[in-house]
């Protein structure tokens, strides 16, 4: 089956401690992606990669990390989470190519993360 | 930042009718995206519109597209309760896809 994997589901943590959240896709998408999800907000991009280890910021990368060494994965990492990162995060992926909304996206799960 | 912004917020109807929802957008895209969102879930893609497109249907769903207004609007026919969830919409700007804050459809049996 098609799918952008995501884990874990629930992370419960304490502020400042590591953490890496995984994503992992079987399409071969070339884009991949992670949002942030806020009541009010919408989704917010935090950052994308339009290839192996092409990566570029969203709107919000403050205080995340990413890596694509693979391209069917793409971890989101927060080096000191803080509490004002508690949020519920998708990954996301696509065929890619120009312009980036060609195609459209398919979702993760997601991950709900408090931090405390 | 949003791209997009939905409208309504919420509308609530009952099944059978039709539901319409608004998506209005700053900046000029190549290609509009429409989303539903069961609560708390992924998103899952429901269809594309292209900005040299200006009409688009899939099963129940049409999508309208004004690029001279810069608006979209998402029409569900016959609505049935299993279509209660959040509409997003998305746009591509500056090489980033920006989704709006969505509309919350409940569709009462």
């Known amino acids: 089956e098609a799918q952008v994997t995501q884990n874990p589901r629930y992370l419960i943590t304490v502020t400042g401690k590591k953490l890496t959240v995984t994503c992992s896709q079987n399409m071969n998408h070339e884009y991949m992606s992670w949002y942030r999800q806020d009541p009010g907000l919408g989704l917010r991009q935090i950052y994308y990669s339009m290839n192996v280890e092409v990566t570029d910021k969203g709107d919000v990368p403050e205080g995340y990390k990413v890596s694509r060494k693979e391209k069917r994965n793409f971890p989101l990492i927060l080096e000191s989470p803080s509490p004002n990162q508690t949020s519920l995060y998708f990954c996301?992926?696509?065929?890619?190519?120009?312009?980036?909304?060609?195609?459209?996206?398919?979702f993760g799960s997601g991950t709900r993360l408090t931090v405390v | 930042s949003q791209q997009g912004e939905e409208d309504p917020q919420a509308l609530s109807i009952q099944e059978g009718e039709n539901a319409t929802m608004n998506c209005s957008y700053k900046t000029s895209i190549n290609n509009l995206q429409w989303y539903r969102q069961n609560s708390g879930r992924g998103l899952v893609h429901l269809i594309l519109?292209?900005?040299?497109?200006r009409e688009k249907h899939s099963g129940r769903l049409r999508v309208t597209l004004d690029t001279s207004k810069k608006s979209s609007s998402l029409l569900i026919t016959a609505s049935r309760a299993a279509d209660t969830a959040s509409y997003f919409c998305?746009?591509?700007?500056?090489?980033?896809?920006?989704f709006g804050a969505g509309t919350r459809l409940t569709v009462k049996p």
């Open positions: 519109i292209r900005s040299n497109e």
């Open positions: 996301a992926s696509s065929f890619g190519g120009l312009p980036v909304g060609n195609y459209g996206y398919t």
């Open positions: 998305a746009t591509d700007a500056s090489g980033v896809m920006r």
